[in-house]
């Protein structure tokens, strides 16, 4: 039961992300209130596409996307998003089907750009091989491709 003047704060949003990324994520958001002002992310475009995927602004989400330095994180996390709000309308009975075609063209677009990049540095020659096979602080020390 949310009061009516109750303001979201990024700790929130942060543990929201946690709970439909199902332990695959640790939110840098964690405690943010108790930081100070000079603190920044060292990548806002992960929160942002982050914030406009949950937001449905999936065409936001895309820009911000070909600025992250994770894109296929970004990618897998956005997918799984785009999937969480497609079951969570599905479940409360929402029939617009057009607002979950989008959903799920987005959810499949995020999916094949993380399919890209996993394909691109699939050999265990390839540079980013390592890049994608090296335990994440904040996805609970799991590897990209574990992830995907």
Known sequence: ??????????????LLIEDILEGAYRSQLRDFN???E????????DLMMTYATLRGNFDMAMIFWEFTK?????????CKICN?????????????EESLAIIEQAADRFEE???????ECSSEHDPLHKFLTLPRRYHNNSSIVEMA
Do not use: C, W
């Open 1 to 14: 039961n949310v009061e009516e003047d109750h303001r979201v704060s990024l700790e929130e949003v942060g």
């Open 34 to 36: 108790g930081r100070n």
């Open 38 to 45: 000079s603190d920044t992310f060292s990548n806002p475009s």
């Open 70 to 78: 994770t894109p296929a994180i970004g990618a897998l996390i956005s």
């Open 84 to 96: 969480f709000l497609a079951e969570k309308q599905r479940k409360i009975g929402m029939t617009d």
């Open 113 to 119: 750009y993380a399919v890209g990049i996993l394909d």
